[in-house]
């Protein structure tokens, strides 16, 4: 089992350019989030998806756009990169129920 | 929505004192209380959870207690080892779908 895959794992971009960023999970998980990791500030919760279909806004939602068309992947978009989304994203999938989130292994995104 | 804060940021350790580490949260409908270690450029992995029906857990050299009248929670290393320096970050979880909500995290360092 890969677990969680993050794709790309870097990304440098410039000031409204536009990319998805790609999440799998090969366990069968019903839940997916994407976090975004800025230094002291922990990690904090873009958007979530809690089965096919289906998502829903986090702490930090704006400027950012998520689909989750198959049960396995979940899509984070950035429709216009500005310089404050420059971050370390990390993408994580969990059971049914509170149960442990496993982590992607992040993107590191850079604009420019 | 909910709000985590987590003392200290920084905590630096002789090798094989203790380390405690803690966290408040605010909402009461929380009910699942996980923490994570983060070792620099990897992603956060599990090392131990708590749920709301229990007041104490503990797994060989780490323990983590919960308070739920006074909404706090705390992790306790014993023996401490370098191998144990990381960021480790708290969490308090809401419902069924395991959406966290994260402290700032701590970095514990563990000297020689």
């Known amino acids: 089992n890969a677990g969680v895959t993050q794709t790309p794992k870097f990304r440098v971009l410039k000031t409204g350019q536009s990319m998805t960023l790609l999440c799998a999970q090969d366990?069968?998980?019903?839940?997916m989030y994407w976090y975004r990791q800025d230094p002291g500030m922990g990690l904090r919760l873009i958007h979530y998806?809690?089965?096919?279909?289906?998502?829903a806004k986090g702490e930090v939602p704006d400027g950012y756009n998520v689909s989750r068309l198959k049960k396995q992947n979940f899509l984070l978009g950035l429709e216009s990169a500005a310089p404050s989304q420059t971050s370390v994203y990390f993408c994580?999938?969990?059971?049914?129920?509170?149960?442990?989130?496993?982590f992607g292994q992040g993107t590191r995104l850079t604009v420019v | 929505g909910e709000n985590v804060e987590q003392h200290p940021s920084t905590l630096s350790v002789q090798e094989g004192d203790s380390a405690v580490i803690k966290c408040t949260y605010s909402?009461?409908?929380?009910?699942?209380f996980p923490w994570y270690k983060q070792e620099l450029g990897k992603r956060p992995q599990l090392i131990i959870d708590?749920?709301?029906?229990?007041g104490e857990k503990k797994d060989q050299r780490i323990a983590v207690t919960l308070n739920k009248t006074a909404k706090h929670f705390s992790l306790h290393i014993t023996e401490t080892q370098p191998e144990d320096s990381a960021v480790y970050f708290c969490?308090?979880?809401?419902?069924?779908?395991?959406?966290?909500?994260f402290g700032t995290g701590t970095r514990l360092q563990v000297t020689l």
């Open positions: 994580a999938s969990s059971g049914r129920g509170n149960t442990e989130a496993f």
């Open positions: 366990m069968n998980h019903e839940y």
């Open positions: 998806s809690v089965g096919e279909g289906t998502t």
């Open positions: 909402d009461s409908a929380s009910n699942y």
């Open positions: 708590i749920r709301s029906n229990v």
């Open positions: 969490a308090a979880g809401t419902g069924t779908a395991s959406k966290l909500t």
